[in-house]
């Protein structure tokens, strides 16, 4: 993940082995960077009814369910036709597009995982953003070739659906949220005083904190502790 207070200008999706997103799998391999910026990110927030309506009537009262996790998709271009990616050696601009494709398939797990025998835990890391997710679709539309019929740019459209992640039952989406949810790890002679006053300009947050994140004890928190830091407001302190 970006180290705090740095954001990511292009849109990378991480994959993860594990729920909690502690344990990254490796750096080069399991990361897909986006090289140009979405053409569009479409978030959809569906609310569950149960419809009550007997046979023989005009309709009835529909009665609440429940609220799904958030469906968002991601449209982006990959481009390899050798002007938008004079950056890249000659050797790795061949059949750039479809090396693009299987790295992106074998990051957002599009096949299974055959150490964890699911797909792929994702992480999607954009800006401000840091949003737990899996992929639930990729569709890929080739729009140009070469005179060998070598694709030479597709456009991606990506569906995930967001994850609440151990722990953070009931917390509202960051996608919806004007105020994000931060993560921190923990760094040798860090202490959750100096954490709370660097996130929230005050330290008077420090406890806040440490009940969000069931700390026992804050004194002593183990460097590569990865904190949540929700927003907060000064009802909280």
Known sequence: MAEQGKLESNLKIVAYDKPDGNKK?????????????????????????????????????????KIPPLEFSVEFTIDGTGVTISDLSKS????????????????????????????????LLWGSFY??????SLNI??????????PLRAKVTCAFLERIGPGKDGRKSRLESPDLTKY???????????????????S???????????????RNIPPGTKLILPPMTDDDE
């Open 141 to 150: 539309v080739y729009n140009l070739f070469d005179r060998q019929g070598v």
């Open 92 to 123: 790795d601009q061949d059949d750039y597009v479809k090396k693009q494709i299987r790295k992106l398939r074998e990051v957002t797990g599009s096949n299974i995982n055959g150490e964890i025998h699911r797909p792929n835990y994702l992480g």
């Open 25 to 65: 799998l490796a750096e080069k391999e399991k990361t897909f960077t986006v090289r140009f910026n979405p053409s569009s990110f479409t978030v959809a927030n569906k609310i569950e009814f149960k419809r009550t309506d007997a046979k023989g009537t005009d309709g009835g009262d529909p009665q609440f369910d």
């Open 131 to 136: 949003i737990e997710c899996v992929l639930t």
């Open 204 to 218: 008077a947050y420090y406890l806040q904190v440490a009940r969000v994140n069931k700390l026992k004890n804050f």
């Open 184 to 202: 921190r790890l923990i760094k040798e002679g860090d202490i959750l005083p100096m954490v709370a006053r660097d996130n929230y300009d005050s």
